[in-house]
């Protein structure tokens, strides 16, 4: 395997037509994102991360600038670039197996080459019991351990997150956040992650960029050298709050930039 | 299981429950009767409850070769015309409106194409293509299930259309990074999500088909309800006329509770989310 990045955007700048008026999302976005990384962009709500991801993901293209998967300009959604929703997004018409099970049949894969696999990663996220409930007799938490596990058992190139676990209470939060340290040790997937929260970020990634508020650009990129495997008890550790300092005096500044921003009339 | 309606406490005691839904009939039912037999209308023209039900009784249950009149054990056949034409053209509305719903909700072109031409016929009254169905297709079935199928078509391709049209993006975009094509998603997602907006469809579908088929019956074909109501009315059989009306009330509550049933065993998943 080559050290060239999985995940490359290249001076990448995004305007949207919202009701006759452009808006510029994204300013000359450069993130390089190497295999086995686990990425975070960390910014205020606003800020055009989601873009971002949206554009790795394929949902969406650059208005200049390229995106680039393995070397290859991304033009397409692809299996390899898997994407975690913040709504859980699952079927609801389908069972919590067969929701898991979706990109593996649809890509007509025989069950007998993955029971396995789907098995075991149904009990690496806590889903045992489950696979015949409907996502609605789920809660939110339980909800997104299928988002994850219907991407898991692709075994994509790269995990995309798009705030996974914004919409959840603080404490399944946190569950969730160790759930997916504990899986991201075994896989050790690529991942770009996308949040608000200081705190998840520098519990997860190997390294946070910051964004400023709209447009979005890349503030700092900064490593987040934390032994692993972490848990959650690695966030009292004090270099755990020199990080946290740091970022959250980067971020202070551009939460006010947005906060102004928003107040005044356009 | 529980509803809106029933709030207060004492709604829940289960003779109140169903005494409470007959009120109004029995009422309606003894006006009814005391008008015929006080003469508070003109006599002959409206007949009695009781005059209704013993002819309904004859029409269902009497004999059929020793009498002459039309109206004794006729009832089934009557009724078997009349629903396998419901049916047939209900199931032709069903199999061109719901795929046809589809591609138009679907796809931009295939709207862009389609979707005037449907909305610039659907204010045509089933009623008002009667002379050209009988025209091109004769006094025969075909007819029959023209105009009934065309009635039903139109709830049922609108409704298809507005349902594909609102599957969730979110839903979509998790399709095809799972590698979904647009058959797969077509398929697997967009008709899944549209699926209640189809029931709705089919079931509005279900009540214009037999609106149309006693239309239908009244003057494009010579047999079941709608041929039986107005060779009724011609003969002065008023008693025939509001069995036969209350037949056709009766089929069409069965056939839309039917595809209740129908559709509450496939939208499983959306009785849990409204319970959730």
């Known amino acids: 395997m080559s050290d060239r990045p999985v995940i490359e955007l290249a001076d990448v700048s995004k305007t949207f037509d919202k009701a006759g008026r452009s808006v510029e999302a994204l300013q000359g976005v450069s993130v390089v994102i190497a295999r086995n990384e686990f990425a975070a962009i960390l910014g205020p709500s606003g800020c055009g991360k989601s873009t971002l991801l949206n554009m790795v993901a394929g949902f969406d293209a650059p208005t200049r600038g390229a995106v680039r998967f393995d070397g290859e300009p991304v033009t397409t959604p692809s299996p390899r670039r898997a994407v975690v929703f913040q709504e859980p997004a699952l079927f609801p018409w389908y069972t919590v197996l067969d929701n898991i099970t979706f990109g593996l049949k649809t890509r007509g894969i025989a069950p007998t080459a993955y029971r396995g696999r789907v098995e075991a990663i149904i009990e690496q996220v806590g889903l045992q019991g489950f696979e015949s409930h409907y996502p609605a007799e789920l809660s939110g938490g339980m909800k997104q351990r299928v988002g994850i596990a219907r991407v898991l058992v692709m075994e994509p190139d790269v995990l995309l997150m798009d705030e996974p676990f914004g919409s959840l209470d603080a404490q399944t939060r946190s569950v969730m956040q160790e759930l997916l340290l504990s899986v991201w040790e075994r896989h050790q997937q690529t991942v770009l992650f996308v949040t608000h929260d200081i705190e998840e970020a520098l519990l997860l990634a190997d390294s946070v960029s910051v964004m400023t508020a709209r447009p979005g650009r890349i503030k700092k990129r900064l490593a987040v050298e934390l032994p692993r495997p972490r848990a959650l008890e690695v966030t009292t550790s004090p270099f755990f709050n020199e990080l946290k300092r740091e970022v959250l005096a980067l971020i202070r500044e551009e939460s006010v930039k947005a906060a102004v921003e928003r107040t005044r009339p356009l | ?276």
């Not at chain 2, 029995?26 to 002959?44: P, Y």
Request: glycine share 8%; aromatic share 10%; net charge positive.
């Open chain 2, 1 to 276: 299981m529980a509803d809106a309606a029933s709030t207060s406490p004492e709604d829940h005691a289960p003779i109140r429950r169903l005494l409470w839904p007959v009120i109004l009939p029995l009422t309606f039912l003894t006006l009814w009767t005391l008008a015929v037999e006080r003469h508070w209308v003109v006599e002959g023209i409206i007949p009695s409850p009781r005059q209704v039900a013993q002819s309904w009784y004859r029409w269902i249950f009497g004999a059929t070769t020793l009498s002459l009149s039309p109206y004794s054990g006729t009832w089934l056949a009557a009724v078997l015309y009349s629903s396998r034409r419901v049916l047939q053209g209900f199931l032709l509305a069903a199999a061109v409106g719901i795929p046809l719903g589809l591609f138009v909700g679907w796809n931009r072109l295939v709207a862009r194409l389609v979707d005037p031409s449907i909305q610039l016929l659907r204010p045509v009254p089933i009623t008002a293509w009667l002379p050209f169905a009988i025209a091109v297709f004769g006094i025969y079935d075909a007819s029959a299930l023209f105009l009934i199928g065309l009635g039903a078509f139109y709830p049922i391709v609108v409704n298809t259309t507005h349902g594909v049209r609102d599957t969730n993006l979110l839903l979509l975009r998790a399709a095809r990074m799972m590698g979904a094509g647009e058959g797969t998603i077509l398929t697997k997602v967009v008709f899944r999500s549209a699926l209640p907006s189809i029931f709705t469809g089919l079931r509005l579908g279900i009540g214009i088909a037999w609106t149309a088929v006693i239309v239908a019956e009244m003057i494009a074909v010579k047999s079941g309800l709608g041929y039986v109501l107005w060779d009724a009315y011609y003969v002065g059989r008023m008693d025939i006329c509001v069995a036969t009306m209350l037949s056709v009330g009766l089929l069409g509550f069965v056939s839309d509770r039917a595809l209740q049933l129908v559709s509450r065993l496939v939208l499983k998943w959306r009785t849990l989310e409204a319970h959730a």
